[in-house]
């Protein structure tokens, strides 16, 4: 279900998908370009998010909500990018969140990949 998951001690799934919200236009291809909010919002759940268990639980809340909106793969993988923001995990939807072993990184956000497989 999505929404169920707890992210982190103040941030809940709900409250990620609103933080990244602003993004839907640019990840579903309604829209050529990111706007500030999103990628203010993906620099806050890259921020808020630091310890591997937040990272796995955000990892299966995206993962959740990407299948349901309609998420074009390839913008997705731009975010990080676009964004300025370096991540720890891949972005595929076949990624099994609960085998990863996210690298502490310098948060700048969420998609420079260092990926480690258990």
């Known amino acids: 279900m999505v929404g169920s998951h707890r992210v982190h001690a103040t941030i809940s799934c709900q409250d990620a998908l609103v933080a990244l919200l602003p993004c839907k236009p640019f990840v ?11 990628c ?7 921020v808020e998010t630091s ?17 349901g909106i309609g998420v074009i793969l390839e913008r997705a993988k731009e975010l990080p990018q676009k964004c300025g923001v370096n991540i720890s995990m891949p972005i ?16 700048v956000s969420k998609f420079g990949i260092k990926e480690l497989k258990v």
């Open 92 to 107: 595929n939807p076949n990624i099994n969140c609960d085998t990863q072993t996210i690298c502490p990184f310098d948060f």
């Open 51 to 67: 310890t591997i268990e937040e990272r796995r639980e955000l990892c299966r809340c995206l993962k959740d909500a990407a299948h």
């Open 28 to 38: 579903t291809g309604g829209s050529p370009s990111l706007s500030a909010p999103c």
């Open 40 to 46: 203010e919002g993906v620099s806050k759940l890259n």
